[in-house]
């Protein structure tokens, strides 16, 4: 398992939204499922996963025609929505999900309410891509309504709290 310390992908979302101008089948909660397999036995299109990790939602997985990330994420019945301060280049909700009017609970943290004003420092959605079936997951240096993705990729989400993110686990 790869794990990557938190400041990175925070530094990261904010070098990215500088560059750009500030432009299923459910599994148990807390596991991310394998996308769903063509008759070859992969995704030969592009491989989605979402893991809302905390937030006790079942894990999503999909394999879905090749297009604008917003666009594949919407064929797989993902929904985002996104942040006040950047629009959808940070995701703040997937499938409603933190709720508007639920406390979020985060080891170590007081619990808090996701508003979508900005990106939290306590938990947010992170985007993942991974450029072909082999390679090893990169946290997304762009946002769902730039990333562009052809068969062959994945991409992927994941509630990630506390100190250090994890890609999903394919």
């Not at 592009?46 to 297009?67: K, R, S, T």
């Not at 009017?101 to 991974?130: H, M, N, R």
Request: glycine content about 8%; hydrophobic content about 40%.
């Amino acid at each position: 398992m790869t794990r990557v310390s938190r400041t990175a992908p925070l530094l990261a979302a904010i070098v990215a939204l500088a560059l750009a101008g500030c432009a299923a089948p459910a599994t148990a909660p807390g596991s991310t499922p394998e996308p769903q397999s063509t008759a070859a036995g992969d995704c030969s299109q592009v491989a989605v996963v979402v893991d809302f990790g905390p937030l006790d939602e079942p894990a999503i997985a999909d394999c879905v025609a090749a297009g604008p990330a917003a666009d594949i994420l919407g064929a797989a019945g993902v929904m985002t929505e996104g942040t006040v301060d950047y629009g959808d280049q940070v995701v703040c909700r997937v499938n409603g999900q933190p709720s508007a009017d639920a406390e979020v609970t985060i080891e170590g943290e007081a619990p808090f309410v996701e508003t979508c004003q900005t990106l939290s420092a306590v938990a947010y959605w992170a985007l993942w891509v991974k450029t072909s079936p082999d390679s090893e997951w990169e946290y997304a240096q762009e946002g769902v309504s730039t990333l562009e993705l052809t068969d062959g990729q994945s991409v992927g989400l994941v509630y990630t709290p506390g100190t250090e993110t994890v890609p999903p686990q394919d």
